[in-house]
């Protein structure tokens, strides 16, 4: 099993090879050639008309705000339902599933089921005919951006759960039994105890990554309120750096979709993404050996 | 324990009540906004009913004008005369297709990436994690323009082979955690026996993971049953997927912007949940556990 391991990997290298890393030098290409217009080498003028942009900065501004809020809501979703359900004496499976709900979700179905005149209708009544509030404008006050954050940490919360709740059933029972043996609560049990183990386990730092790297590339539910608040121009406050390249693909500015743009822009937002993976990365490593 | 300690114990429902509470909010956060869009697609609005807006009085006489009219209509026109159906079977067929080449590929590198100690193992499963960085626009484009130069734009294989890149991350990942799972004497038991190492992994390592097999196929799936975006560039009329069909509401206004028809999303909404719901209660104990054990030190 030494020499074999390598020839076992060649079919995903070769995959790999063929679906990301051709699209990545394809991409490479593009965005220091002028696509659509002659085709020259332009070198990095792509990249500097990109940063020239204001509306690339408010894109790129808008993934970091979501994909950090996200992330750090989505854990706080996820942790507090598993310990809830650490609570529940009877029917701790129903609860469990109903918590789940939101996984099987698309990111789509997350757009269309958090949409003003969905989700929000409901919950605009009842503060306005039951607690008697004025009604708040889902469009305004960069509450649409909340919305989001929300609706995706709504989407991806339960698999946070799932993987607290593996970490809690994965702490030995004695050490449950020792604490509440010196008369700890359930809360002080599950903060001295549980909730240090899910904090430090590999498996829990993992899902933070991916759901970061994830939140970054965010797409469907930025699109859907987009639709909803009839934002459809490159450059309306709910662009998400996804969301403004597929924008310039569809309605491009000037009639040209501007290719080579949109390829320098892609690989811009990799970068950033892969520096958020690795500071993400170092700071838990480290957190993990204190 | 600390409840005996108290001197005069307070009434059971008491003592529970945060936790009612908690399970009671939970539950509608969870739960909620997929009713809402089961109840818009059904055409049942409760919004006037509770809030009183519905009941009025026309001279005298009580009048009901809220917007409580269930009916099936826009489920039945999603199944019967749209293209539900057709929407359904392109995701299934780019899904199988997709993941059978990403088990093929992913099979021996989870088992690889389980067994062997090699130094350059470590690297792939941090290179599956830094190419899930990449931005779905630095790979459609370039696709898009090879597919379209090669005839395999809106086809089932040219879909397939671009959801690789989504599942076979997924795919090595879990796998490598349910091949770490089998117990190591399996595998010297095998090897003072005799057995090479193609029996070993065909039939000692491959039957161990079967149920984990299934639950990553599984799992992968309902990830290519939700995607949107690859699909809405990389597909035309021959195979859009459901999670398109959500947003047009299962019509022919599509791709664009615009959304369709309110109730048609809402009901094709609904119609795209159920089915990956009743896969994710499936696999829902795997799924961590098999992140779990792949990301074990």
Known sequence: MDRTAYFLVVPLIAVLAVVEAYPLAYSVYLSVTSYGVGGAFVGLTNYAQLFSQPDFWAALSTSVVFSSGSTVVSIALGVSFAYLLTLVRRGRGVFEAVFLMPLAAAPIVAGVAFAPSGFWDDINTFWHYVLGQPYFNVAGNHLYLFIMVLSDSWEWGPMMMLVALSVLASVPRPVYEASESFGASRWSTFRTVGLPAILNSPVFHFMIIIRFVDAMRAFEIPFAWAGWLNYLYPGAPTDTLSLYLFKLLLVPPNGVIPISLISAAALVLLVVTLLGTTLLYRLMRGLRKI | ?297
Do not use: H
């Open chain 2, 1 to 297: 324990m600390t409840q005996a300690s108290n001197p005069k114990p307070r009434p059971w429902v008491f003592r529970r009540l945060p936790v009612f509470l908690g399970l009671l909010l939970a539950t509608l956060f969870s739960f909620w906004p997929i009713m809402t869009m089961f109840f818009e697609g059904a055409d049942i609005d409760l919004g006037p009913l509770w809030s009183g807006k519905g009941f009025s009085f026309v001279s005298g006489v009580p009048y009901y004008s809220g917007g409580f009219f269930p009916s099936w209509a826009n489920f039945r026109d999603a199944l019967l005369w749209g293209n539900f159906p057709k929407l359904v079977l392109n995701s299934t067929t780019i899904a199988l297709l997709s993941i059978v080449i990403a088990l093929a590929a992913g099979i021996p590198a989870g088992y690889a990436l389980a067994r062997s100690k090699l130094r350059g193992m470590g690297a792939i499963g941090f290179l599956l994690l830094a190419l899930r960085t990449v931005s779905p626009f630095a790979i459609v484009l370039p696709l898009y323009l090879t597919y379209i130069r090669v005839g395999l734009f809106d086809t089932y294989l040219g879909m397939s082979l671009a959801y690789l890149v989504i599942d076979v991350p997924v795919v090595v990942w879990m796998l490598s955690g349910f091949f770490r799972e089998v117990p190591g004497s399996m595998y010297e038991a095998a090897e003072s026996s005799g057995a090479s190492e193609a029996q070993i992994f065909w039939r000692i390592a491959l039957p161990s993971v079967a149920v984990g097999v299934a639950a990553t196929m599984i799992f992968a799936f309902v990830l290519i049953w939700n995607e949107f975006l690859m699909a809405s560039l990389l597909t035309g009329a021959a195979t859009k997927t459901v999670s398109l069909g959500v947003w047009s509401g299962v019509g022919e206004a599509f791709g664009g912007l615009q959304s369709a028809d309110w109730d048609a999303i809402n009901a094709a909404g609904t119609l795209a949940f159920v089915p990956a719901f009743a896969l994710i209660l499936i696999v829902r104990q795997y799924l961590a556990k098999g992140f779990s054990l792949a990301t074990a030190e």
